[in-house]
């Protein structure tokens, strides 16, 4: 869903759903407890007071921007090394991504995650989605990347049939929002008043819409007759 705000934690992740931002002990995602509604690209006892900050960036406009948050040559609590990396928002495809410049503290206990979540959870603790929990999983020039699938829905349409041959009516089929990759979606026409073989032809098959796009059509004949009736409908699947 939306959100016109996050919390930013020292500690190597974002929450959305408010609460605490200090926790320095990570946990298994998903667990009961603060931080819910957060976004982890390396939760981790950091310490951005002894070495290195952290910094924010937008860039582009409205609908189009990508926000990103950088936790630049943190210190690890005790002022041990540091580290780099950063998360990134695209407002556009609702994708997260997190990328990776340097994790290696000099210390094979924390080094690349090996005391670190990595993941995300929803705000009610009950969902998340767990890259790795106190295990070595991520390296220097690496990213991961989360993306969203969009809802799909089928429009209405409709076309005088007239009363010779055929003509073709063009569905819509829609997304919710822009995907970051190409969506392909599979259909099938079925009967409702209008049967097949008689008032249309049956169809099936599968349409894509392009990255970025956030629709493409189908199109299903409808045969025409000389006979006096009212509207008729058939369904996509």
Same mark, same amino acid.
């Given at each position: 869903?939306?959100?016109? =705000?996050?919390? $930013?934690?020292a500690n190597?992740?974002?929450?959305?759903?408010?609460?605490? !931002?200090?926790?320095?002990?990570?946990?298994? $995602?998903?667990?009961?407890?603060?931080?819910? *509604?957060?976004?982890?690209?390396?939760?981790?006892?950091?310490?951005?007071?002894?070495?290195?900050?952290?910094?924010?960036?937008? /860039?582009?406009?409205?609908?189009?921007?990508?926000?990103?948050?950088?936790?630049?040559?943190?210190?690890?609590?005790?002022? /041990?090394?540091?580290?780099?990396?950063?998360?990134?928002? &695209?407002? #556009?495809?609702?994708?997260?991504?997190?990328?990776?410049?340097?994790?290696?503290?000099?210390?094979? *206990?924390?080094?690349?995650?090996?005391?670190?979540?990595?993941?995300?959870?929803?705000?009610?603790?009950?969902?998340? !989605?767990?890259?790795?929990? &106190?295990?070595?999983?991520?390296?220097?020039?690496?990213? @991961? =990347?989360?993306?969203?699938?969009?809802?799909?829905?089928?429009?209405?349409?409709?076309? $005088?049939?007239?009363?010779?041959?055929?003509?073709?009516? =063009?569905?819509? /089929?829609?997304?919710?929002?822009?995907?970051?990759?190409?969506? !392909?979606? %599979?259909? =099938?026409?079925?009967?409702?008043?209008?049967?097949?073989?008689?008032?249309? +032809?049956? +169809?099936? *098959? %599968?349409? #894509?819409?392009?990255?970025g796009s956030?629709?493409?059509? /189908?199109?299903?004949?409808?045969?025409?007759?000389?006979?006096?009736? %009212?509207?008729?409908?058939?369904?996509? @699947?």
């Amino acid at each position: 869903q939306p959100v016109t =705000r996050l919390w $930013i934690a020292a500690n190597g992740f974002v929450q959305f759903a408010g609460g605490s !931002t200090v926790n320095f002990l990570n946990t298994a $995602i998903p667990a009961a407890g603060d931080p819910n *509604g957060f976004l982890a690209p390396f939760w981790d006892d950091l310490n951005p007071e002894a070495a290195g900050g952290v910094w924010t960036r937008s /860039i582009g406009t409205a609908p189009n921007r990508q926000f990103g948050v950088g936790w630049i040559a943190v210190a690890h609590f005790g002022s /041990i090394g540091n580290a780099s990396f950063e998360l990134v928002l &695209d407002e #556009t495809t609702g994708a997260v991504t997190y990328q990776y410049q340097d994790v290696d503290f000099g210390d094979p *206990g924390l080094d690349n995650g090996a005391s670190a979540s990595v993941g995300m959870e929803d705000a009610t603790s009950s969902v998340g !989605t767990e890259v790795s929990f &106190d295990q070595a999983s991520v390296h220097a020039s690496t990213a @991961l =990347r989360c993306t969203v699938t969009p809802g799909v829905s089928v429009g209405n349409a409709g076309v $005088i049939e007239g009363d010779r041959g055929s003509r073709s009516v =063009r569905v819509p /089929i829609t997304l919710s929002a822009p995907a970051p990759n190409p969506v !392909t979606v %599979s259909y =099938r026409t079925a009967d409702g008043t209008a049967l097949s073989g008689h008032d249309y +032809t049956e +169809t099936h *098959g %599968s349409v #894509t819409i392009p990255t970025g796009s956030t629709s493409a059509f /189908i199109e299903v004949a409808v045969t025409a007759d000389r006979v006096r009736e %009212s509207d008729e409908r058939f369904v996509v @699947l």
